[in-house]
């Protein structure tokens, strides 16, 4: 028995090294890593699973930093990274126009892979610069979770988007850690806090899809998008704003929080 049970293990890991590898019959450019456990789909699918609090462990302890870290609050409670390229007009532009005037809070961040303002996030608030500093997204590259789903791990196209879900904090029973200050605005992909052990990624593509932080900025980020709330603000439509015949823009109840995508190298 012991004997039909061990070639019946074996049988099972050659079937499943079998299927980790098909997806790479795709096309000759296909890139295939097994380092990401969920797809964006996937997260959602598991926060909307029942709690899962009674496994947690206790939550790492915050790192916080000293104000003569270029990453921490300024004196006005700023997070401004003077290290980093300041607003482009392309992200100035946007704050000009009086649709985005009346989204208190505006974000934009450029997904390119190189460039000034490459892997930076900005947040204005009343109009004024509120964040400058370092994220990390999408490795851009097809990839396969560990549950076999074959996806290409993109943040977003470049456009214009609105908050569509916000978890302040969430215990992964995939990933065995928790998932801080996620704010998602394109189905399972979102802004949330990263790891310490991440932190030297940032800066560059490094993600399964979503727009990583460091934890101090993710909360700061949480913070004013939900203290932002809801309100009248203008409909998006296709990644744009969405306008009525007589050139007036088309209004709605939504989230006061603006982001633009941007994917240009500068």
Known sequence: MTIFTNQIKALRAV??????????????????????????DEL??????????????????????TQISPHAATPDGTFIDPSLAEPTED????????????FPVVLSVNTAASGRTAQVLYAFVGGREHMRVMVSTGREQWEVSASGRRYFTSTA??????????????????WKTWLKWMVFFNGGVGLHATSFDHYDELGRRASGGCVRQREEHAAELFRIVTEAGNGLV???RNL???????????????????IQVRRLED
């Open 15 to 40: 079937i499943g090294a079998i299927l980790v590898f098909l997806p790479a019959l795709g096309s000759a450019g296909d890139q295939i890593q097994l380092d990401d456990l969920l797809t964006p």
């Open 91 to 102: 992200v100035l532009s946007i704050l000009d126009s009086p649709e985005a005037a009346r």
């Open 157 to 174: 196209r470049a456009g214009l988007y609105q908050p569509t879900r916000v978890v302040q904090r969430h215990y992964s029973k995939t």
């Open 234 to 236: 203008p409909r998006l």
């Open 44 to 65: 959602l699918q598991e926060l909307d699973a029942p709690s899962n609090a009674q496994v947690a462990p206790p939550e790492e302890p915050f790192r916080e930093e």
């Open 240 to 258: 744009a704003f969405s306008y009525q015949a007589n050139g007036e823009p088309k209004l709605q109840q939504g989230p006061r929080t603006l």
